[in-house]
């Protein structure tokens, strides 16, 4: 018989033909794939300042925040969250 390794079971049956993905697994590998994560969120930050770029200081300082400044801060968040995770999973 094929040994196809610890953790592998989920995508290949033990015969060593690749299992079927249904479309919820998808789903969920994809949301939580780190990689992509981190690239969604240096996107967002990149979107969020190519729109408020020129004004960014003075809205900040008279407080007059738009969408684009939330996008900037989701962006953020997102990208350290997934940084630490890539960083968490190559240090085991």
Avoid at 27 to 54: K, P, Q, S, T
């Amino acid at each position: 018989m094929l040994d196809i390794g610890e953790g592998c079971e989920k995508y290949f049956s033990h015969s060593g033909r690749r299992k079927e993905m249904n479309f919820r697994e998808l789903l969920i590998n994809i949301a939580e794939n780190n990689y992509l994560n981190l690239f969604v969120g240096i996107f967002l930050c990149y979107c969020g300042l190519n729109e408020a770029w020129g004004a960014l200081h003075e809205d900040i300082r008279s407080l007059n925040f738009g969408a684009h400044h939330g996008i900037i801060v989701i962006g953020l968040i997102n990208t350290f969250k997934s940084l630490s995770h890539i960083i968490k999973g190559t240090k085991t």
